[in-house]
């Protein structure tokens, strides 16, 4: 049975191209509930019309698809909702015209996370449609708000009785077990729009907390101009995780005001204080330490923290600077240092959305069945790693990130011109489908 039902899943590929497409057109930025509740209904119509049972939260946040039974149960969690699509003028094809080149899914979460969504609905409808016993069932949960506070996770969890052992294809591959934490850190100064010099019309960088900005502007009118100066700088976009994968036009454009002399101290002060962190993805110049890579002999990687939005509104600059801590290092560690450079450099600051790390014992044994499925498809050594960046696996107990980005593979989560290979999806669906057949069927 296990061998026939792997080889049907090539002929899923069709249904996966065009479900995707689907998916990715509708504009379900984070925020936008009546597009985030479209694209669940599009899912939950789906999956009716494939006899499968469905359930709401009553918030309507969140979608369960549920199939088999058993005494234990098997986990999945995605989302669909997506970050906004950075600077339009960088995309080559439209972010919500979902498009298939023949090689590549293109638009705004075709990896981040709408193409893995249609790749395990369509796993779970193809063992639906087997006669054959359960013995574990599975939660196919979609989440819409994983791109900001996990408002969604909540409601599921009291609600639902939460899988024994999960998984969330929204990362890498082999099994990430340890996830950095993540903190969005807010400060603000008052900045009176008059100076002594002309007036700040304006300041704008990033539209996401957790995206390494690619534009930035500012604009002013100085007495010694007859029109107004309008400074640009331009970068590339990337997951925050990942920032040495972009390039910041935040910090680029506090050295372009900076170098404009603008007579303004006050914002000055604020320009050089951003500027510290130019090319410094680490948080060296914030005062985080990064000695120690290592606990139970596992890498935990480095503490990243990096601008990624600056906007200037009724006398107000607002900064955000995004955390990604590593196991060990603890939100009052993160206040501290904040508290500190608040005393220098004038600013008051909040802690908005943030989450622990995460560090899941590898002894549990399914753990194992999904080590070997990523092997006997790929033949690549299985195992565990480090996850930069933050999952729905921080959301239920004995969760991991596993996918959909093979080693060596380009991420373009929150990048323009998001894609994802076909190659790797159909890698994606044999890997994912072994693994529920070996821990879901009996």
Not at 80 to 107: R, S
Not at 180 to 206: E, N, R
Not at 258 to 270: G, H, M, V
Not at 324 to 339: A, C, N, S, V
Request: hydrophobic share 35%; with cysteine; glycine share 8%.
């Amino acid at each position: 049975m296990r061998k026939p039902f792997l080889d049907s899943l090539d002929h899923l590929k069709e249904d996966i191209i065009r479900e995707s497409l689907d998916l990715i057109s509708i504009p379900s930025i984070t925020h936008d509930v009546v597009a985030n509740q479209q694209c669940l209904a599009y899912l939950e119509n789906l999956a009716l019309a494939s006899g499968l049972t469905v359930r709401y939260t009553p918030e309507k946040d969140c979608l369960v698809i549920s199939l088999g039974e058993g005494s234990e149960s098997v986990g999945i969690l995605a989302h669909v909702d997506v970050v906004a699509i950075g600077d339009p003028d960088k995309w080559e094809t439209p972010p919500f015209e979902g498009q298939f080149d023949g090689q590549t899914l293109i638009g705004r979460g075709a990896m981040d996370d709408k193409v893995p969504v249609v790749i395990i609905f369509n796993l779970i409808k193809a063992l639906s449609q087997l006669n054959h016993p359960f013995k574990r069932s599975i939660q196919f949960i979609i989440g819409t708000k994983e791109e900001e506070e996990w408002t969604d996770m909540a409601n599921y969890l009291a609600h639902f009785t939460p899988p024994d052992v999960s998984f969330t294809p929204d990362g890498g591959f082999p099994i990430h077990n340890i996830e950095k934490g993540y903190g969005d850190v807010v400060l603000s100064w008052p900045l009176p729009s008059c100076f002594s010099g002309g007036k700040l019309l304006s300041i704008h960088s990033g539209d996401s907390p957790n995206t390494i900005p690619s534009k930035g502007l500012a604009s002013f009118e100085l007495k010694e101009s007859s029109q107004p100066i309008t400074l640009a700088s331009s970068g590339q976009s990337s997951h925050s995780s990942l920032p040495k994968n972009g390039e910041n036009a935040l910090t680029q454009l506090s050295l372009k005001i900076l170098e404009q002399a603008i007579d303004y101290p006050q914002l000055n002060r604020i320009m050089t204080f951003i500027s510290q962190m130019h090319g410094d993805y680490t948080g060296a110049f914030l005062g985080f330490k990064n000695e120690v890579l290592h606990y139970n002999e596992e890498y935990i990687g480095k503490t990243y923290a990096n601008p990624t939005c600056l906007s200037y509104e009724n006398d107000t600059l607002s900064l955000t600077i995004n955390i990604r801590h590593k196991w060990g290092t603890t939100k009052e560690d993160i206040l501290t240092l904040f508290q500190s450079h608040s005393e220098t450099y004038g600013f008051k600051y909040h802690l908005g959305n943030y989450l622990d790390p995460l560090y899941v014992s590898r002894e549990h044994p399914l753990f194992q069945v999904m080590s070997d499925a990523y092997t006997e498809v790929t033949g690549l050594p299985g195992g565990f790693a480090l996850a930069g960046g933050t999952s729905y696996a921080k959301a239920l107990p004995n969760a991991v990130s596993w996918g959909p980005v093979f080693p060596g593979e380009k991420d373009t989560c929150h990048q323009e011109n998001e894609k994802i290979h076909i190659d790797s999806v159909m890698k994606c669906l044999h890997i994912y489908g072994q693994f529920l057949f070996d821990a879901c069927m009996a």
